[in-house]
């Protein structure tokens, strides 16, 4: 029988492992660094470097990959081999709940995808949500560099659950976000602690639903000169003299057209500008930031 445990097995892991030993090994880490890492043999590691692994189709591969990019910044931003094995199992399952996955197991294993579907109903805890935000919250404190970044109004990091019906279902920094004496201090995070960046979350929830994070940093020339030379995506609106609930709209509405990386507000009157960097998850949203703060 080929339950998606054995999917997962044959056609997944094999491809996944190999992109993240990839990853690790272009950033210097040893092959058995990599090895234990991953748990498997040094000679396996050699194996995946030498390019002898299954290639799955091209979609399923993109995302796949996409994955490696986020599990190896989270090996190299020093989390453990638990941590690292429990975020790539979520980020799977996400896969599998969401839909997508099911569509190339049904092929695989001869059942329908609404079977699959049935199967992964359930989604994401409240806990897990928290774990993985102050996970990257905590990658973010440690930035030497972000404290610079901080707007005068803070900044706030926010990550909801999967489609996302209210601002309880987003957990965020109470208090926002905040430097003293050239460092970043935040409380942990908590659902329903933000009002302005859950809003935007939920508002892109019909319309972009695998952007599920986002985090405010100040505006300034130098920062929108990094933002061109990192290669993100930029769009621009004005929210001065806006109501909250107008401004969460008016940044929501510029993704109908397309995903951006980031969202520069140019405020107004009595607004100050600001930068939303956004992703799929914070961790994601993190490695934008750093990616910003190497071209400043």
């Given at each position: 029988m080929?339950?998606?445990?054995?999917?997962?097995?044959?056609?997944?892991?094999?491809?996944?492992?190999?992109?993240?030993?990839e990853?690790?090994?272009?950033?210097?880490?040893?092959?058995?660094?990599?090895?234990e890492?991953?748990?498997?043999?040094q000679?396996?590691?050699?194996?995946?470097?030498?390019?002898?692994?299954?290639?799955?189709?091209?979609?399923?591969?993109?995302?796949?990959?996409?994955?490696a990019?986020?599990?190896?910044?989270?090996?190299?931003?020093?989390g453990?081999?638990?941590?690292?094995?429990?975020?790539v199992?979520?980020?799977?399952?996400?896969?599998?709940?969401?839909?997508?996955?099911?569509?190339?197991?049904a092929?695989?294993?001869?059942?329908s995808?609404?079977?699959?579907?049935?199967?992964?109903s359930?989604?994401?805890?409240?806990?897990?949500?928290?774990?993985?935000?102050?996970?990257?919250?905590?990658?973010?404190l440690?930035?030497?560099?972000?404290?610079?970044?901080?707007?005068?109004v803070?900044?706030?990091?926010?990550?909801?659950?999967?489609?996302?019906?209210?601002?309880?279902?987003v957990?965020?920094?109470?208090?926002?976000?905040?430097?003293?004496?050239?460092?970043?201090f935040a409380?942990?995070?908590?659902?329903?602690?933000?009002?302005?960046?859950?809003?935007i979350?939920v508002?892109?929830?019909?319309?972009?639903p695998?952007?599920?994070?986002?985090?405010?940093?100040?505006?300034?020339?130098d920062?929108?000169?990094?933002?061109?030379?990192?290669?993100?995506?930029?769009?621009?609106?004005?929210t001065?003299g806006?109501?909250?609930?107008?401004?969460?709209?008016?940044?929501?509405?510029?993704f109908?057209?397309?995903?951006?990386?980031?969202?520069?507000?140019e405020g107004g009157?009595?607004?100050?500008?600001l930068?939303?960097?956004?992703?799929?998850d914070?961790v994601?949203v993190?490695?934008?930031?750093?990616?910003l703060?190497?071209?400043?």
């Amino acid at each position: 029988m080929r339950t998606p445990s054995v999917y997962v097995a044959e056609e997944l892991m094999p491809f996944l492992r190999a992109k993240i030993a990839e990853r690790l090994y272009r950033e210097g880490m040893k092959q058995s660094q990599i090895a234990e890492y991953l748990g498997i043999t040094q000679a396996m590691v050699s194996k995946y470097l030498a390019g002898k692994y299954k290639v799955p189709p091209a979609e399923v591969a993109e995302r796949l990959e996409e994955l490696a990019k986020d599990v190896s910044s989270f090996i190299l931003f020093g989390g453990s081999r638990e941590e690292a094995v429990l975020l790539v199992a979520r980020r799977l399952l996400e896969l599998f709940q969401n839909g997508f996955l099911c569509r190339f197991y049904a092929e695989y294993a001869g059942v329908s995808e609404e079977a699959c579907r049935s199967l992964f109903s359930v989604g994401p805890s409240r806990g897990e949500i928290l774990e993985v935000l102050n996970m990257a919250l905590n990658e973010l404190l440690r930035d030497e560099k972000f404290p610079a970044l901080i707007p005068e109004v803070r900044s706030n990091f926010a990550y909801s659950l999967p489609s996302p019906r209210s601002i309880e279902d987003v957990a965020a920094i109470p208090g926002r976000i905040t430097a003293a004496k050239g460092k970043a201090f935040a409380l942990p995070p908590e659902f329903g602690a933000s009002r302005f960046t859950a809003g935007i979350l939920v508002g892109l929830t019909e319309i972009r639903p695998e952007i599920r994070s986002v985090l405010n940093i100040r505006y300034g020339e130098d920062v929108e000169e990094a933002l061109k030379k990192a290669g993100f995506k930029v769009a621009r609106v004005k929210t001065g003299g806006l109501s909250e609930d107008e401004a969460v709209k008016k940044i929501v509405e510029v993704f109908r057209d397309e995903a951006y990386d980031a969202v520069i507000d140019e405020g107004g009157l009595g607004v100050e500008p600001l930068v939303y960097l956004f992703g799929k998850d914070p961790v994601d949203v993190v490695e934008k930031l750093k990616r910003l703060v190497r071209h400043l």
